[in-house]
C-alpha cells in the first residue's frame, strides 16, 4: 500500500513539474465518436484458422464481430480473391503473383497453415463465394489497391456490392492506402464510408485532417493522444491495426485508453474482452 501511494505522489509531483517547465497541461484523451469501438475481424478469425478463408470468416460471425476485413487481389481473369500479399507464397503451397494466375489455376492451391500442432487445409476463396456465404448478414469491410499501378478492381467491385445490396444496406466500408483507388470508389459509390490508410512510420496528421475520407487507418505505433484527439475534432473516426503479433495485445490496451473507434483485430476474443472492461 506504501510503494503505491508512494507511486501516486511522485506521479502527482511529475505531472506539475511538466506543468510548471511548459507551461501547459498534458493533453488528455477526448470522448470517441464510436462507443463502443468496432471490432473488425482482421483477415477473419485468423489466429484460429488459415487468413482469408470462407473458415476464419465464418469463425469470426460466429464471434459476433462488427465487420470482415478482407483484403482484395485480381487475377489474369480479373476476378476479385480474398489475398493479402503480393504473392500467394506465404499463405499457400504454391508461389507467384495472383495477378498472373486465371481463377481456375488459382483453385488448384490451397491456403495452409498450422494450429494445434495440426496443418489445415483450405481453398482460396473468391469475393463472390464470400459474399454468397454471408449475404447481407455481415458487415464487410473490404481493402481495394492498384492492380499493376491501375484502379482495375473498383469498378467490378462496386458492382458485385450493388448486385447483393450491400451498398443501399450500408453493410460496406471500404479502406485502401492509394488514395487514387479510394477516388475510383467515390467517383462510381459515393454513399460508401471510405477509410484512408497510413503505412507505418508514415502518418501525416495535417493530411489526414484535410481529406474528404470520414475514417482515418493507422499503424498502432503511430497512434498519440494527440493525433486520436485532432481528428475526432475533425469528426475522423480513428481505426487501428498492428503489425507486431508479440505486442498486439498491450498495444490494443493502450490505444484502447486513448479511445479510438475501430480495432483491426487479430485476436477477437482478447478485444471483446478488452472493450467489455475485463482485461
Do not use: W
Not at 462507443?35 to 473458415?55: M, Q, S, V, W, Y
Not at 481505426?239 to 498495444?251: C, K, L
Not at 484502447?256 to 485476436?267: A, I, K, P, R, Y
Amino acid at each position: 500500500m506504501k510503494e503505491k501511494c508512494l507511486f501516486r505522489k511522485t506521479a502527482f509531483f511529475l505531472i506539475i513539474s511538466i506543468i510548471a517547465l511548459t507551461g501547459c497541461t498534458p493533453e488528455v484523451p477526448q470522448p470517441g465518436l464510436v462507443d463502443p469501438p468496432k471490432i473488425i475481424a482482421h483477415r477473419g478469425a485468423n489466429d484460429r484458422f488459415n487468413e482469408h478463408t470462407l473458415t476464419a470468416y465464418k469463425i469470426a460471425a460466429n464471434d459476433g464481430v462488427d465487420a470482415l476485413e478482407i483484403d482484395l487481389r485480381m487475377t489474369k481473369d480479373d476476378v476479385l480473391i480474398a489475398m493479402h500479399d503480393e504473392t500467394i507464397d506465404r499463405t499457400t503451397n504454391g508461389e507467384g503473383e495472383p495477378e498472373h494466375y486465371t481463377i481456375e489455376e488459382m483453385k488448384e492451391y490451397e491456403t495452409v497453415e498450422v494450429f494445434n500442432q495440426k496443418e489445415s487445409e483450405e481453398e482460396i476463396p473468391t469475393l463472390v463465394e464470400i459474399l454468397d456465404t454471408f449475404g447481407t448478414s455481415e458487415h464487410y469491410y473490404i481493402e481495394t489497391r492498384l492492380v499493376d499501378g491501375a484502379t482495375e478492381m473498383e469498378e467490378p467491385l462496386i458492382n458485385y456490392l450493388n448486385m447483393y445490396d450491400l451498398v443501399e444496406k450500408s453493410l460496406v466500408t471500404i479502406q485502401s492506402f492509394s488514395q487514387a483507388s479510394l477516388e475510383k470508389i467515390q467517383q462510381l459509390e459515393d454513399d460508401i464510408p471510405l477509410t484512408l490508410l497510413y503505412k507505418k512510420g508514415n502518418f501525416e496528421l495535417e493530411e489526414a485532417i484535410a481529406v474528404s475520407y470520414p475514417i482515418i487507418g493507422m499503424e498502432s505505433t503511430d497512434v498519440t493522444v494527440t493525433n486520436v484527439n485532432q481528428l475526432h475534432r475533425a469528426g475522423k473516426e480513428v481505426h487501428v491495426y498492428f503489425t507486431n503479433p508479440s505486442s498486439q495485445r498491450e498495444e490494443q490496451k493502450r490505444v484502447h485508453e486513448l479511445n479510438v473507434d475501430g480495432f483491426f483485430t487479430d485476436d477477437i476474443l482478447f478485444t471483446k474482452e478488452l472493450i467489455a472492461g475485463n482485461e
